[in-house]
Protein backbone atom coordinates (compact mmCIF):
# COMPACT_ATOMS: atom_id res chain seq x y z
CA UNK A 1 0.00 0.00 0.00
CA UNK A 2 1.70 3.70 -0.93
CA UNK A 3 2.01 6.13 1.39
CA UNK A 4 2.07 9.56 1.36
CA UNK A 5 3.14 13.21 2.77
CA UNK A 6 3.04 16.31 2.24
CA UNK A 7 3.52 19.25 4.48
CA UNK A 8 3.78 23.34 4.49
CA UNK A 9 5.53 25.20 7.17
CA UNK A 10 8.20 28.19 7.91
CA UNK A 11 10.57 25.39 8.67
CA UNK A 12 12.39 22.76 6.16
CA UNK A 13 10.48 20.42 5.27
CA UNK A 14 12.60 17.85 3.91
CA UNK A 15 13.43 16.24 7.09
CA UNK A 16 10.22 16.15 8.26
CA UNK A 17 8.92 14.36 4.75
CA UNK A 18 12.10 12.13 4.81
CA UNK A 19 11.06 11.11 8.54
CA UNK A 20 7.38 10.62 7.55
CA UNK A 21 8.05 8.44 4.18
CA UNK A 22 10.45 6.08 6.73
CA UNK A 23 7.78 5.37 9.41
CA UNK A 24 5.35 4.49 6.46
CA UNK A 25 7.85 1.83 5.14
CA UNK A 26 6.08 -0.67 6.96
CA UNK A 27 3.26 -0.99 4.35
CA UNK A 28 5.20 -1.96 1.66
CA UNK A 29 7.34 -0.35 -1.18
CA UNK A 30 9.47 -0.44 -4.19
CA UNK A 31 10.20 3.07 -4.95
CA UNK A 32 10.30 6.45 -3.25
CA UNK A 33 10.30 10.14 -3.98
CA UNK A 34 9.40 13.99 -2.95
CA UNK A 35 9.04 17.32 -4.89
CA UNK A 36 9.58 20.45 -3.02
CA UNK A 37 8.31 24.37 -4.35
CA UNK A 38 10.62 26.80 -4.40
CA UNK A 39 11.38 28.97 -7.82
CA UNK A 40 10.75 26.11 -9.31
CA UNK A 41 9.15 22.78 -8.65
CA UNK A 42 11.74 19.93 -7.36
CA UNK A 43 11.42 15.94 -7.88
CA UNK A 44 13.85 13.26 -6.53
CA UNK A 45 13.17 9.76 -7.29
CA UNK A 46 14.63 6.48 -6.84
CA UNK A 47 14.26 2.91 -6.68
CA UNK A 48 14.71 0.81 -3.55
CA UNK A 49 14.55 2.03 -0.12
CA UNK A 50 13.77 5.35 1.66
CA UNK A 51 17.17 5.50 2.45
CA UNK A 52 18.13 5.76 -1.24
CA UNK A 53 15.85 8.83 -1.60
CA UNK A 54 17.51 10.54 1.48
CA UNK A 55 21.05 10.28 0.05
CA UNK A 56 19.77 11.96 -3.27
CA UNK A 57 18.05 14.68 -1.46
CA UNK A 58 21.40 14.88 0.91
CA UNK A 59 23.10 15.34 -2.49
CA UNK A 60 20.73 17.75 -4.53
CA UNK A 61 20.70 20.12 -1.19
CA UNK A 62 17.12 19.77 -1.51
CA UNK A 63 14.81 21.62 1.02
CA UNK A 64 11.77 23.79 1.07
CA UNK A 65 8.59 24.44 3.41
CA UNK A 66 6.44 23.14 0.86
CA UNK A 67 6.33 19.42 -0.16
CA UNK A 68 5.16 16.32 -0.78
CA UNK A 69 6.58 12.84 -0.42
CA UNK A 70 5.49 9.24 -1.24
CA UNK A 71 6.48 5.61 -0.93
CA UNK A 72 5.07 3.54 -4.13
CA UNK A 73 3.86 0.12 -4.59
CA UNK A 74 3.86 -0.52 -8.06
CA UNK A 75 0.51 -1.39 -9.67
CA UNK A 76 0.12 0.23 -13.09
CA UNK A 77 3.49 0.29 -14.74
CA UNK A 78 6.78 -1.78 -13.93
CA UNK A 79 9.12 -1.02 -10.91
CA UNK A 80 11.08 2.46 -12.30
CA UNK A 81 12.67 5.51 -11.67
CA UNK A 82 9.89 6.91 -14.47
CA UNK A 83 7.42 5.11 -12.71
CA UNK A 84 8.13 6.52 -9.09
CA UNK A 85 6.00 9.24 -7.95
CA UNK A 86 5.40 12.21 -7.33
CA UNK A 87 4.47 12.50 -11.20
CA UNK A 88 4.51 15.97 -12.63
CA UNK A 89 2.56 17.84 -15.55
CA UNK A 90 4.64 20.58 -16.56
CA UNK A 91 3.46 22.15 -19.59
CA UNK A 92 3.14 26.12 -20.22
CA UNK A 93 4.25 28.34 -17.24
CA UNK A 94 1.82 25.56 -14.56
CA UNK A 95 3.94 23.49 -13.24
CA UNK A 96 1.88 20.75 -11.10
CA UNK A 97 2.72 17.88 -8.86
CA UNK A 98 0.65 14.88 -7.44
CA UNK A 99 1.05 11.72 -5.52
CA UNK A 100 -1.68 9.30 -5.31
CA UNK A 101 -2.72 6.13 -3.12
CA UNK A 102 -5.15 3.64 -4.84
CA UNK A 103 -6.06 3.13 -8.62
CA UNK A 104 -8.31 5.59 -11.12
CA UNK A 105 -10.23 2.87 -13.12
CA UNK A 106 -11.11 5.30 -15.78
CA UNK A 107 -7.52 6.21 -16.17
CA UNK A 108 -7.13 5.34 -20.08
CA UNK A 109 -10.52 7.27 -21.08
CA UNK A 110 -9.10 10.35 -19.26
CA UNK A 111 -5.70 9.33 -20.44
CA UNK A 112 -6.86 9.41 -24.72
CA UNK A 113 -8.70 12.92 -23.40
CA UNK A 114 -6.11 14.42 -22.22
CA UNK A 115 -3.14 13.24 -25.00
CA UNK A 116 -5.78 14.88 -27.47
CA UNK A 117 -5.62 18.30 -26.03
CA UNK A 118 -2.30 17.82 -26.39
CA UNK A 119 -1.02 16.34 -22.73
CA UNK A 120 2.35 14.49 -23.15
CA UNK A 121 2.82 11.23 -20.83
CA UNK A 122 5.80 10.16 -19.29
CA UNK A 123 4.93 7.23 -17.11
CA UNK A 124 3.10 3.68 -17.47
CA UNK A 125 0.93 5.21 -14.54
CA UNK A 126 -2.65 6.06 -13.94
CA UNK A 127 -1.52 8.46 -11.73
CA UNK A 128 -0.02 10.73 -13.78
CA UNK A 129 -3.60 11.82 -15.51
CA UNK A 130 -4.19 12.90 -12.29
CA UNK A 131 -1.35 15.77 -12.60
CA UNK A 132 -2.29 16.59 -16.14
CA UNK A 133 -5.91 16.75 -15.58
CA UNK A 134 -5.36 19.38 -12.53
CA UNK A 135 -2.81 21.19 -14.70
CA UNK A 136 -6.24 21.72 -17.44
CA UNK A 137 -7.79 23.17 -14.99
CA UNK A 138 -5.45 25.54 -13.43
CA UNK A 139 -4.68 26.25 -16.91
CA UNK A 140 -7.90 27.19 -17.46
CA UNK A 141 -8.03 29.73 -13.96
CA UNK A 142 -9.08 27.67 -11.47
CA UNK A 143 -7.08 27.80 -8.38
CA UNK A 144 -5.56 24.52 -7.27
CA UNK A 145 -8.27 24.06 -4.45
CA UNK A 146 -11.09 24.18 -6.78
CA UNK A 147 -8.58 22.00 -10.22
CA UNK A 148 -8.19 19.34 -7.04
CA UNK A 149 -12.02 19.06 -6.99
CA UNK A 150 -12.97 19.96 -9.87
CA UNK A 151 -10.25 16.55 -11.13
CA UNK A 152 -11.71 14.21 -8.67
CA UNK A 153 -14.97 14.45 -9.46
CA UNK A 154 -13.94 13.30 -12.40
CA UNK A 155 -12.09 10.30 -11.23
CA UNK A 156 -13.63 6.89 -11.06
CA UNK A 157 -11.92 4.29 -8.58
CA UNK A 158 -10.25 4.80 -5.14
CA UNK A 159 -7.58 7.38 -4.32
CA UNK A 160 -6.09 9.64 -2.05
CA UNK A 161 -3.65 12.20 -3.01
CA UNK A 162 -1.56 15.59 -2.43
CA UNK A 163 -1.27 18.17 -5.38
CA UNK A 164 0.94 21.47 -5.00
CA UNK A 165 1.43 23.52 -7.50
CA UNK A 166 4.08 26.36 -8.54
CA UNK A 167 1.87 29.28 -8.84
CA UNK A 168 0.70 28.57 -5.03
CA UNK A 169 3.63 27.75 -3.03
CA UNK A 170 2.78 27.70 0.57
CA UNK A 171 -0.38 25.34 -0.62
CA UNK A 172 -0.73 21.47 -0.49
CA UNK A 173 -4.21 20.29 -1.25
CA UNK A 174 -5.73 16.73 -0.82
CA UNK A 175 -8.59 14.82 -1.32
CA UNK A 176 -9.64 10.69 -0.56
CA UNK A 177 -11.95 8.45 -1.54
CA UNK A 178 -11.61 4.45 -0.42
CA UNK A 179 -8.44 5.10 0.16
CA UNK A 180 -7.17 6.54 3.90
CA UNK A 181 -5.74 10.42 4.08
CA UNK A 182 -5.64 12.46 7.54
CA UNK A 183 -5.32 16.36 8.47
CA UNK A 184 -1.88 16.88 10.99
CA UNK A 185 -2.73 20.16 12.58
CA UNK A 186 0.45 21.76 14.00
CA UNK A 187 1.12 24.03 16.82
CA UNK A 188 -0.83 22.22 19.48
CA UNK A 189 -3.35 21.77 17.27
CA UNK A 190 -4.35 26.01 16.27
CA UNK A 191 -3.24 25.45 12.58
CA UNK A 192 -0.80 28.07 12.81
CA UNK A 193 2.80 27.65 11.38
CA UNK A 194 2.46 24.23 9.96
CA UNK A 195 0.21 21.70 8.85
CA UNK A 196 0.26 18.45 7.52
CA UNK A 197 -1.34 15.41 5.04
CA UNK A 198 -0.56 12.05 5.70
CA UNK A 199 -1.40 8.41 4.62
CA UNK A 200 -1.32 7.35 8.85
CA UNK A 201 -0.58 8.67 12.28
CA UNK A 202 2.63 6.94 12.61
CA UNK A 203 4.29 9.35 9.68
CA UNK A 204 3.16 12.90 11.75
CA UNK A 205 3.97 11.98 15.60
CA UNK A 206 7.44 13.69 15.07
CA UNK A 207 5.92 16.83 14.28
CA UNK A 208 1.83 17.09 15.92
CA UNK A 209 -0.45 14.45 17.61
CA UNK A 210 -3.62 16.34 16.52
CA UNK A 211 -5.24 14.58 13.57
CA UNK A 212 -8.50 14.86 11.67
CA UNK A 213 -9.83 11.71 9.73
CA UNK A 214 -11.18 12.85 6.10
CA UNK A 215 -14.21 11.79 5.08
CA UNK A 216 -14.88 10.31 1.88
CA UNK A 217 -14.61 12.72 -0.78
CA UNK A 218 -13.05 15.59 0.97
CA UNK A 219 -11.04 18.09 -0.31
CA UNK A 220 -8.62 19.85 1.50
CA UNK A 221 -6.00 22.46 1.72
CA UNK A 222 -3.25 23.25 3.99
CA UNK A 223 -1.43 26.76 4.21
CA UNK A 224 1.36 27.79 6.77
CA UNK A 225 -1.37 29.45 8.97
CA UNK A 226 -4.58 27.20 8.54
CA UNK A 227 -6.92 24.89 6.48
CA UNK A 228 -9.78 24.71 4.82
CA UNK A 229 -11.81 21.33 4.07
CA UNK A 230 -14.83 21.06 1.78
CA UNK A 231 -17.28 17.69 1.68
CA UNK A 232 -17.72 15.79 -1.73
CA UNK A 233 -20.54 18.05 -2.54
CA UNK A 234 -18.42 20.96 -2.78
CA UNK A 235 -19.54 22.84 0.52
CA UNK A 236 -17.21 23.61 3.88
CA UNK A 237 -16.95 21.60 6.14
CA UNK A 238 -15.31 20.34 10.02
CA UNK A 239 -13.84 17.50 10.87
CA UNK A 240 -13.27 17.30 14.64
CA UNK A 241 -9.44 17.35 15.60
CA UNK A 242 -8.43 14.63 17.97
CA UNK A 243 -5.09 14.08 20.07
CA UNK A 244 -3.93 10.57 18.81
CA UNK A 245 -2.66 8.50 21.97
CA UNK A 246 -0.53 6.80 19.55
CA UNK A 247 3.02 7.61 21.19
CA UNK A 248 6.55 7.39 19.05
CA UNK A 249 7.77 5.02 21.33
CA UNK A 250 5.13 2.33 20.06
CA UNK A 251 6.14 2.41 16.12
CA UNK A 252 10.38 2.17 17.23
CA UNK A 253 12.11 -1.16 17.23
CA UNK A 254 13.11 -0.42 20.54
CA UNK A 255 15.60 -3.33 21.76
CA UNK A 256 14.31 -5.78 18.72
CA UNK A 257 15.60 -6.75 15.79
CA UNK A 258 12.57 -6.86 13.70
CA UNK A 259 8.98 -5.28 13.70
CA UNK A 260 7.73 -8.87 13.62
CA UNK A 261 9.71 -10.52 16.29
CA UNK A 262 8.49 -7.01 18.65
CA UNK A 263 5.01 -7.54 17.89
CA UNK A 264 5.42 -11.12 18.50
CA UNK A 265 6.25 -10.56 22.29
CA UNK A 266 4.06 -7.58 22.59
CA UNK A 267 1.01 -10.22 22.80
CA UNK A 268 0.24 -10.39 26.16
CA UNK A 269 0.07 -6.69 26.55
CA UNK A 270 -1.92 -6.16 23.57
CA UNK A 271 -4.32 -9.05 24.51
CA UNK A 272 -4.61 -7.80 27.60
CA UNK A 273 -4.97 -4.42 26.48
CA UNK A 274 -8.25 -5.57 24.59
CA UNK A 275 -9.59 -7.77 26.99
CA UNK A 276 -9.19 -4.50 29.59
CA UNK A 277 -13.02 -3.90 30.28
CA UNK A 278 -14.09 -7.98 29.81
CA UNK A 279 -11.30 -9.55 32.82
CA UNK A 280 -12.43 -6.32 34.96
CA UNK A 281 -15.71 -6.56 34.79
CA UNK A 282 -17.90 -9.04 37.20
CA UNK A 283 -20.46 -9.83 33.84
CA UNK A 284 -20.36 -9.63 29.98
CA UNK A 285 -22.59 -7.47 28.44
CA UNK A 286 -23.84 -6.66 24.82
CA UNK A 287 -22.78 -2.90 25.52
CA UNK A 288 -18.94 -3.59 24.76
CA UNK A 289 -19.75 -3.59 21.26
CA UNK A 290 -22.17 -0.51 21.17
CA UNK A 291 -25.00 0.87 22.56
CA UNK A 292 -27.69 -0.25 20.10
CA UNK A 293 -25.89 -3.79 20.39
CA UNK A 294 -28.06 -5.67 22.83
CA UNK A 295 -31.40 -5.26 20.51
CA UNK A 296 -29.57 -6.02 17.66
CA UNK A 297 -28.22 -9.05 18.82
CA UNK A 298 -31.65 -10.11 20.60
CA UNK A 299 -32.85 -9.88 16.77
CA UNK A 300 -29.72 -11.61 15.12
CA UNK A 301 -30.76 -15.30 13.40
CA UNK A 302 -27.42 -15.77 11.64
CA UNK A 303 -23.88 -14.35 11.46
CA UNK A 304 -21.62 -13.15 8.09
CA UNK A 305 -18.34 -12.88 8.63
CA UNK A 306 -16.20 -10.85 5.89
CA UNK A 307 -12.64 -10.73 6.28
CA UNK A 308 -9.11 -11.16 3.86
CA UNK A 309 -5.80 -13.15 4.55
CA UNK A 310 -5.21 -13.30 8.38
CA UNK A 311 -8.30 -11.46 9.42
CA UNK A 312 -10.14 -14.05 7.43
CA UNK A 313 -8.65 -16.99 9.44
CA UNK A 314 -9.90 -14.88 12.51
CA UNK A 315 -13.32 -14.96 11.09
CA UNK A 316 -12.88 -18.76 10.42
CA UNK A 317 -11.90 -19.88 14.05
CA UNK A 318 -14.83 -17.80 15.05
CA UNK A 319 -17.06 -19.80 13.25
CA UNK A 320 -16.32 -22.73 15.32
CA UNK A 321 -17.07 -20.49 18.83
CA UNK A 322 -20.16 -18.94 17.44
CA UNK A 323 -21.71 -21.96 16.71
CA UNK A 324 -20.60 -24.25 19.22
CA UNK A 325 -20.85 -21.84 22.36
CA UNK A 326 -23.70 -19.51 21.07
CA UNK A 327 -25.35 -21.96 18.84
CA UNK A 328 -25.87 -19.23 15.86
CA UNK A 329 -25.43 -20.44 12.29
CA UNK A 330 -22.51 -18.54 10.94
CA UNK A 331 -20.36 -18.57 7.48
CA UNK A 332 -17.20 -16.67 6.68
CA UNK A 333 -16.38 -14.92 3.41
CA UNK A 334 -13.31 -14.14 1.51
CA UNK A 335 -14.26 -10.13 1.61
CA UNK A 336 -12.65 -10.05 -2.53
CA UNK A 337 -14.97 -12.69 -3.50
CA UNK A 338 -17.99 -12.64 -2.00
CA UNK A 339 -19.13 -9.27 -3.91
CA UNK A 340 -18.16 -10.95 -7.01
CA UNK A 341 -20.61 -13.73 -6.44
CA UNK A 342 -24.69 -14.65 -6.41
CA UNK A 343 -25.80 -14.83 -2.43
CA UNK A 344 -28.90 -14.69 -0.96
CA UNK A 345 -29.03 -12.21 1.87
CA UNK A 346 -31.13 -13.49 4.65
CA UNK A 347 -33.09 -11.25 7.50
CA UNK A 348 -31.61 -11.05 10.65
CA UNK A 349 -27.97 -11.05 9.66
CA UNK A 350 -24.88 -9.97 11.56
CA UNK A 351 -22.62 -8.78 9.21
CA UNK A 352 -18.87 -8.90 11.13
CA UNK A 353 -16.09 -7.00 9.23
CA UNK A 354 -12.95 -8.00 10.86
CA UNK A 355 -9.82 -6.25 9.74
CA UNK A 356 -6.63 -4.63 11.04
CA UNK A 357 -6.20 -1.37 9.41
CA UNK A 358 -10.13 -0.71 8.37
CA UNK A 359 -8.95 0.46 5.02
CA UNK A 360 -9.05 -2.83 3.69
CA UNK A 361 -10.77 -2.07 0.34
CA UNK A 362 -12.37 -5.38 -0.84
CA UNK A 363 -13.46 -5.60 2.97
CA UNK A 364 -14.88 -2.08 2.59
CA UNK A 365 -16.33 -2.77 -1.07
CA UNK A 366 -17.99 -6.01 0.83
CA UNK A 367 -19.31 -4.27 3.62
CA UNK A 368 -20.78 -1.76 1.19
CA UNK A 369 -22.46 -4.18 -1.27
CA UNK A 370 -24.18 -6.09 1.70
CA UNK A 371 -25.55 -3.21 2.91
CA UNK A 372 -27.03 -2.16 -0.72
CA UNK A 373 -28.74 -5.75 -0.33
CA UNK A 374 -30.24 -5.08 2.60
CA UNK A 375 -28.29 -6.26 5.74
CA UNK A 376 -28.42 -3.39 8.04
CA UNK A 377 -26.96 -4.63 11.26
CA UNK A 378 -23.25 -4.05 10.73
CA UNK A 379 -20.30 -4.92 13.01
CA UNK A 380 -16.75 -3.93 12.52
CA UNK A 381 -14.06 -5.46 15.16
CA UNK A 382 -10.40 -3.38 14.19
CA UNK A 383 -7.37 -2.07 15.08
CA UNK A 384 -8.39 1.47 14.32
CA UNK A 385 -10.47 3.91 15.78
CA UNK A 386 -11.41 6.59 13.24
CA UNK A 387 -11.06 3.80 10.15
CA UNK A 388 -13.66 3.66 7.45
CA UNK A 389 -14.68 0.61 8.94
CA UNK A 390 -15.55 1.82 12.04
CA UNK A 391 -17.19 4.60 10.96
CA UNK A 392 -19.45 2.70 8.29
CA UNK A 393 -20.66 0.17 10.99
CA UNK A 394 -23.35 0.36 13.74
CA UNK A 395 -21.43 -1.28 16.41
CA UNK A 396 -17.70 -1.88 17.05
CA UNK A 397 -15.18 -3.87 19.07
CA UNK A 398 -11.33 -1.80 18.62
CA UNK A 399 -8.81 -4.27 19.19
CA UNK A 400 -6.44 -2.04 21.16
CA UNK A 401 -3.58 -3.99 19.53
CA UNK A 402 -1.51 -0.55 19.10
CA UNK A 403 0.36 -0.04 15.75
CA UNK A 404 1.49 -3.38 13.76
CA UNK A 405 4.35 -2.15 11.41
CA UNK A 406 5.76 -6.20 10.35
CA UNK A 407 3.37 -6.64 7.50
CA UNK A 408 2.61 -9.96 8.70
CA UNK A 409 0.02 -9.87 11.32
CA UNK A 410 0.71 -11.30 14.25
CA UNK A 411 -0.84 -9.60 17.59
CA UNK A 412 -3.60 -8.12 15.46
CA UNK A 413 -4.71 -11.46 14.81
CA UNK A 414 -4.54 -13.16 18.56
CA UNK A 415 -6.73 -10.02 19.71
CA UNK A 416 -9.02 -10.17 16.68
CA UNK A 417 -9.53 -13.85 17.75
CA UNK A 418 -10.05 -12.76 21.66
CA UNK A 419 -12.52 -10.44 20.43
CA UNK A 420 -14.40 -12.21 18.33
CA UNK A 421 -14.54 -14.84 21.36
CA UNK A 422 -16.05 -12.60 23.41
CA UNK A 423 -18.61 -11.87 20.96
CA UNK A 424 -19.22 -15.96 21.15
CA UNK A 425 -20.03 -15.65 24.96
CA UNK A 426 -21.97 -12.27 25.14
CA UNK A 427 -24.26 -13.83 22.15
CA UNK A 428 -24.69 -17.27 24.50
CA UNK A 429 -25.21 -15.10 27.28
CA UNK A 430 -28.20 -13.46 25.77
CA UNK A 431 -29.43 -16.54 24.47
CA UNK A 432 -29.57 -18.29 27.91
CA UNK A 433 -26.45 -20.67 26.53
CA UNK A 434 -23.98 -19.65 29.34
CA UNK A 435 -24.75 -19.99 33.16
CA UNK A 436 -23.67 -17.43 35.65
CA UNK A 437 -20.72 -20.02 36.73
CA UNK A 438 -19.79 -20.46 32.82
CA UNK A 439 -19.17 -16.84 32.88
CA UNK A 440 -17.39 -16.66 35.73
CA UNK A 441 -15.35 -19.10 34.77
CA UNK A 442 -14.79 -17.77 30.59
CA UNK A 443 -14.16 -14.46 32.55
CA UNK A 444 -11.14 -16.26 34.75
CA UNK A 445 -10.00 -17.92 31.62
CA UNK A 446 -9.36 -14.30 30.01
CA UNK A 447 -7.64 -13.25 32.93
CA UNK A 448 -5.53 -15.71 32.77
CA UNK A 449 -4.68 -15.06 29.14
CA UNK A 450 -1.90 -13.15 29.05
CA UNK A 451 0.49 -14.78 31.39
CA UNK A 452 -0.58 -17.86 29.38
CA UNK A 453 0.65 -16.08 26.45
CA UNK A 454 3.89 -14.77 28.41
CA UNK A 455 4.61 -18.80 28.82
CA UNK A 456 3.95 -20.16 25.33
CA UNK A 457 6.80 -17.62 24.37
CA UNK A 458 8.97 -19.07 26.61
CA UNK A 459 9.60 -21.93 23.77
CA UNK A 460 11.00 -19.68 21.55
CA UNK A 461 14.92 -21.36 22.01
CA UNK A 462 13.06 -24.97 20.83
CA UNK A 463 11.29 -23.01 17.92
CA UNK A 464 14.81 -21.23 16.85
CA UNK A 465 16.68 -24.65 16.78
CA UNK A 466 13.61 -25.96 14.69
CA UNK A 467 14.23 -23.57 12.11
CA UNK A 468 17.41 -25.32 10.74
CA UNK A 469 15.49 -27.47 9.68
CA UNK A 470 13.35 -25.67 7.08
CA UNK A 471 15.79 -23.55 5.92
CA UNK A 472 16.80 -25.85 2.60
CA UNK A 473 12.74 -26.79 2.49
CA UNK A 474 11.06 -25.87 -0.39
CA UNK A 475 7.29 -26.71 0.62
CA UNK A 476 6.07 -27.46 4.00
CA UNK A 477 2.30 -29.12 5.09
CA UNK A 478 0.76 -27.59 8.19
CA UNK A 479 -1.95 -30.09 9.73
CA UNK A 480 -4.87 -28.76 11.87
CA UNK A 481 -8.44 -30.19 12.81
CA UNK A 482 -11.46 -28.97 14.13
CA UNK A 483 -10.99 -24.98 15.52
CA UNK A 484 -7.26 -25.41 15.10
CA UNK A 485 -7.25 -25.86 10.98
CA UNK A 486 -7.47 -22.42 10.98
CA UNK A 487 -4.24 -22.10 13.29
CA UNK A 488 -2.72 -24.20 10.74
CA UNK A 489 -3.45 -22.17 7.51
CA UNK A 490 -2.34 -19.36 9.80
CA UNK A 491 0.81 -20.82 10.47
CA UNK A 492 1.29 -21.79 6.84
CA UNK A 493 0.46 -17.99 5.67
CA UNK A 494 3.03 -16.71 7.71
CA UNK A 495 5.61 -18.87 6.75
CA UNK A 496 5.14 -18.57 3.45
CA UNK A 497 4.99 -14.44 3.15
CA UNK A 498 8.05 -13.82 5.40
CA UNK A 499 10.43 -17.02 4.23
CA UNK A 500 9.11 -17.38 0.52
CA UNK A 501 8.73 -21.45 1.58
CA UNK A 502 5.74 -22.85 -0.12
CA UNK A 503 3.10 -23.93 2.93
CA UNK A 504 -0.05 -25.69 2.73
CA UNK A 505 -2.74 -26.26 5.09
CA UNK A 506 -5.03 -29.06 5.49
CA UNK A 507 -7.56 -30.29 7.71
CA UNK A 508 -5.91 -33.39 9.28
CA UNK A 509 -8.68 -35.82 8.82
CA UNK A 510 -7.86 -35.25 4.82
CA UNK A 511 -4.45 -36.23 4.18
CA UNK A 512 -5.75 -39.53 2.44
CA UNK A 513 -8.04 -37.21 0.30
CA UNK A 514 -4.84 -36.35 -1.84
CA UNK A 515 -2.62 -34.05 0.50
CA UNK A 516 -0.54 -37.78 1.61
CA UNK A 517 0.59 -38.22 -2.05
CA UNK A 518 3.25 -35.04 -1.22
CA UNK A 519 4.30 -36.76 1.61
CA UNK A 520 8.53 -37.37 1.70
CA UNK A 521 11.81 -37.31 3.95
CA UNK A 522 11.83 -33.84 2.18
CA UNK A 523 8.19 -32.44 3.15
CA UNK A 524 8.28 -31.17 6.68
CA UNK A 525 5.01 -31.51 8.33
CA UNK A 526 3.84 -29.35 11.22
CA UNK A 527 1.16 -30.41 13.83
CA UNK A 528 -0.68 -28.34 15.63
CA UNK A 529 -2.27 -30.73 18.74
CA UNK A 530 -3.89 -29.32 21.42
CA UNK A 531 -5.83 -31.84 24.32
CA UNK A 532 -9.61 -31.54 22.87
CA UNK A 533 -11.89 -34.29 21.76
CA UNK A 534 -9.88 -34.69 18.27
CA UNK A 535 -6.09 -35.47 19.72
CA UNK A 536 -6.76 -39.68 19.41
CA UNK A 537 -7.84 -38.78 15.70
CA UNK A 538 -5.08 -36.48 14.85
CA UNK A 539 -2.17 -38.87 16.44
CA UNK A 540 -3.92 -41.57 13.98
CA UNK A 541 -3.35 -38.83 10.91
CA UNK A 542 0.60 -38.13 12.12
CA UNK A 543 1.17 -42.17 12.47
CA UNK A 544 -0.15 -41.38 8.35
CA UNK A 545 2.75 -39.09 8.15
CA UNK A 546 5.52 -41.34 9.59
CA UNK A 547 4.60 -44.45 7.86
CA UNK A 548 4.77 -42.33 4.63
CA UNK A 549 8.39 -41.25 5.94
CA UNK A 550 7.39 -37.84 6.69
CA UNK A 551 9.37 -35.67 9.08
CA UNK A 552 6.99 -34.69 12.05
CA UNK A 553 7.21 -31.10 13.72
CA UNK A 554 4.17 -31.13 16.43
CA UNK A 555 2.79 -28.05 18.54
CA UNK A 556 1.10 -29.82 21.61
CA UNK A 557 0.22 -29.26 25.17
CA UNK A 558 1.58 -31.19 27.68
CA UNK A 559 -0.60 -34.29 28.63
CA UNK A 560 -1.12 -34.91 25.03
CA UNK A 561 1.46 -37.91 25.45
CA UNK A 562 3.13 -37.50 22.29
CA UNK A 563 6.46 -38.24 22.32
CA UNK A 564 10.00 -37.53 20.60
CA UNK A 565 10.58 -40.41 18.18
CA UNK A 566 13.10 -40.60 15.16
CA UNK A 567 11.64 -38.00 12.54
CA UNK A 568 9.26 -36.60 15.40
CA UNK A 569 10.26 -33.67 16.79
CA UNK A 570 7.42 -32.09 19.64
CA UNK A 571 7.41 -28.95 21.95
CA UNK A 572 5.13 -29.18 24.67
CA UNK A 573 3.47 -25.48 25.24
CA UNK A 574 3.27 -24.90 28.80
CA UNK A 575 -0.03 -23.25 29.43
CA UNK A 576 -3.58 -24.31 28.61
CA UNK A 577 -6.50 -21.84 27.62
CA UNK A 578 -9.33 -24.36 27.20
CA UNK A 579 -11.58 -22.70 24.44
CA UNK A 580 -9.03 -20.29 23.79
CA UNK A 581 -6.53 -22.81 22.97
CA UNK A 582 -6.18 -21.35 19.48
CA UNK A 583 -4.58 -18.52 20.70
CA UNK A 584 -1.80 -20.32 22.52
CA UNK A 585 -1.09 -22.63 19.29
CA UNK A 586 -0.49 -19.86 17.05
CA UNK A 587 1.74 -18.06 18.89
CA UNK A 588 4.72 -20.74 18.24
CA UNK A 589 3.92 -20.72 14.19
CA UNK A 590 4.76 -17.18 14.08
CA UNK A 591 7.72 -17.83 16.06
CA UNK A 592 8.68 -20.72 13.86
CA UNK A 593 8.04 -18.38 10.71
CA UNK A 594 9.85 -15.83 12.06
CA UNK A 595 13.24 -17.42 12.47
CA UNK A 596 12.61 -19.92 9.49
CA UNK A 597 13.25 -16.12 7.96
CA UNK A 598 15.79 -15.22 9.98
CA UNK A 599 18.08 -18.71 8.71
CA UNK A 600 17.01 -17.63 4.95
CA UNK A 601 17.65 -14.04 5.30
CA UNK A 602 14.65 -12.96 3.93
CA UNK A 603 13.48 -9.33 4.71
CA UNK A 604 11.41 -10.42 7.73
CA UNK A 605 9.26 -6.90 8.19
CA UNK A 606 8.65 -6.07 4.40
CA UNK A 607 8.64 -9.12 2.48
CA UNK A 608 9.06 -9.29 -1.27
CA UNK A 609 5.27 -8.03 -3.17
CA UNK A 610 3.27 -7.62 -0.50
CA UNK A 611 1.89 -4.53 1.38
CA UNK A 612 0.69 -4.35 5.12
CA UNK A 613 -3.01 -2.94 3.90
CA UNK A 614 -4.38 -3.41 0.73
CA UNK A 615 -6.30 -0.75 0.19
CA UNK A 616 -7.01 -1.43 -3.73
CA UNK A 617 -8.13 -4.17 -5.50
Known amino acids: MCGIVGAVSRRNVVPMLIEGLR??????????????????????????RVADLERKTQQAHTDSVTGIAHTRWATHGGVTEGNAHPHASLRDDQEICVVHNGIIENHDALRRRLVGEGYTFESETDTEVIAHLVHSHVAGGAGLFEAVQASVAELEGAYALAVISRTEPDVVVGSRRGSPLLLGVGSDGTGDGENFLASDTSALLQATRHVAYLEEGDVVEIR??????????????????????????????????HYMQKEIFEQPGAVANTLEMVINAKSLSPGLFGADAEEIFAETKQVLIIACGTSFHAGMVAKYWLEAIAGIPCNVEIASEYRYRVSVPLEDTLLITVSQSGETADTLAALQHAKRMG?????????????????????????????????????????????????????????????????????????????????????????????????????????????????????????????????????????KHGPLALVDQFMPVIAVAPNDLLIEKLKSNLQEVRARGGELFVFADRDTHIDEEDNVHVINLVDHAGPLSPVLHVLPLQLLAYHVALVKGTDVDKPRNLAKSVTVE
Open 224 to 257: PDGYRIADADGNPAERPIIESQLSADEVELGTYD
Open 375 to 511: IENTLTICNVPESALIRQSKLRFLTRAGPEIGVASTKAFTTQLVSLFTLALVLAKQRGRLSGQGEMDMITQMRHLPAAIQNVLECEPAVREWAQHFAPRHHALFLGRGVHYPIAMEGALKLKEISYIHAEAYAAGEL
Open 23 to 48: KLEYRGYDSAGIAVLNDRLERVRAVG
